[in-house]
């Protein structure tokens, strides 16, 4: 596994997010709920945003991110523009802390330990760009689903 790619892989999808929310006919339906659907497509951006930033930019680069996870899913009615605006920070402190990530430390085992088991730094960016394109495609689902 390669920095390049994972940072090929992350700006891609987040890039693919920005265009999800856009693509929205209009803000409020960015929020629709529905029965079956608890989690609309502004709540899962903010959730990958705050996963993003906190996972890779703050424990990988010391940015001093710190998460709010509950408000991920409660907070509503966030301006498109600001979530794009985010989405774009979220690409820039993802990219850049990428870029000063060594091959050597993709083996080195992740600072904390998030789930059950330890693991190296490299499975967890992987696990992190398919928790990031599973929730990607939520969000085209929502948007396709309830944008109507």
């Given amino acids: 596994m390669c920095t390049s790619n ?10 693919k997010l920005i265009t ?5 006919s209009s803000e409020d339906k960015l929020w629709l709920t529905t029965e ?13 945003i705050g996963n993003l930033n ?4 703050a424990e990988l680069g010391n940015s001093g991110y710190i998460r709010q996870r509950e408000l ?10 600001e979530l794009i605006s985010q989405i774009e920070n979220t690409i820039l402190t993802v990219d850049s802390t990428l870029d000063k990530l060594s091959e050597k430390e993709l ?7 998030v789930f059950k088991d330890k693991m190296t730094t490299g499975y967890f960016l992987m696990h992190l760009a398919t928790h990031l394109a599973y929730h990607l495609g939520q ?3 929502h948007r396709r689903l309830l944008d109507h």
């Fill in 6 to 15: 994972l940072r090929q892989v992350f700006k891609r999808d987040l890039n």
């Fill in 20 to 24: 999800e929310v856009k693509a929205y």
């Fill in 36 to 48: 079956g659907i608890s989690n609309c497509g502004g709540n899962l951006c903010l959730h990958l």
């Fill in 54 to 57: 906190t996972f890779i930019s």
């Fill in 72 to 81: 991920e899913f409660s907070q509503k009615n966030v301006p498109i523009t």
């Fill in 107 to 113: 083996n080195l085992e992740f600072p904390i330990i």
């Fill in 139 to 141: 969000v085209n689902y």
